[in-house]
T-cell receptor, first 115, second 111 residues
Framework: ETGVTQTPRHLVMGMTNKKSLKCEQH?????MYWYKQSAKKPLELMFV???????ENNSVPSRFSPECPNSSHLFLHLHTLQPEDSALYLC??????????????FGPGTRLTVL | GDSVTQMEGPVTLSEEAFLTINCTYT??????LFWYVQYPGEGLQLLLK?????DKGSNKGFEATYRKETTSFHLEKGSVQVSDSAVYFC??????????FGKGTRLSVIA
């Protein structure tokens, strides 16, 4: 595997379910990100991890819980979601979290539908 | 704070037409500038970048020049193809924050 991978690619869940999204990067990067992309809305940065430490949390509801066990893996745990949380969730990685040369590499995304 | 403004879409062009997607930015310091492309059903991919004033990024026939005097980084392509249909995002990066993205511009190219 190369680049950034995400699983599952598609997920349908009920509002009372608990599920997790997984992201893995094979690029040797030190920073990882979760973004939410909804139809007709700008790309929203949710969480940033740098060297496994959360450095940014953009007022995301507590029903979204990130976890970064090591610099290659990032999870987004989902609990008691709402239908408006249906979106494409994108994972990305970069060499560092804040840099003037901060090219990010994205995974293909997980398309989440909350019923 | 830092921000990116790009033209509203959607943009619809005929094949072989000339493309311009405008992008302007506000930033403290000297940012690096990027264009990302998102094809249907996929994540974002870096299309091109420029790290200092007057640099020109280019890839797959697309070009953008870092204009410090006008704080702009407009994307251009001389002859678009149906396969260029996608959403294009302008973005900037400074030493203080992760990437700041524009809202995206959807391009549809018809044969």
């Amino acid at each position: 595997e190369t680049g950034v991978t995400q699983t599952p690619r598609h997920l349908v869940m009920g509002m009372t379910n608990k599920k997790s999204l997984k992201c893995e990067q094979h690029l040797g990067h030190n920073a990882m990100y979760w973004y939410k992309q909804s139809a007709k809305k700008p790309l929203e940065l949710m969480f940033v991890y740098s060297l496994e430490e959360r450095v940014e949390n953009n007022s995301v509801p507590s029903r979204f819980s990130p976890e970064c066990p090591n610099s290659s893996h990032l999870f987004l745990h989902l609990h008691t979601l709402q239908p408006e949380d249906s979106a494409l969730y994108l994972c990305a990685s970069s060499q560092r979290a804040a840099s003037s040369y901060n090219e990010q590499f994205f995974g293909p995304g997980t398309r989440l539908t909350v019923l | 704070g830092d921000s990116v403004t790009q033209m509203e879409g959607p943009v619809t062009l005929s094949e072989e037409a000339f493309l311009t997607i405008n992008c302007t930015y506000t930033a403290t310091g000297y940012p690096s500038l990027f264009w990302y492309v998102q094809y249907p059903g996929e994540g974002l991919q870096l299309l091109l970048k420029a790290t200092k004033a007057d640099d020109k990024g280019s890839n797959k026939g697309f070009e953008a020049t870092y204009r410090k005097e006008t704080t702009s980084f407009h994307l251009e392509k001389g002859s678009v193809q149906v396969s260029d249909s996608a959403v294009y995002f302008c973005a900037l990066s400074t030493g203080n924050t992760p990437l700041v993205f524009g809202k995206g511009t959807r391009l549809s190219v018809i044969a």
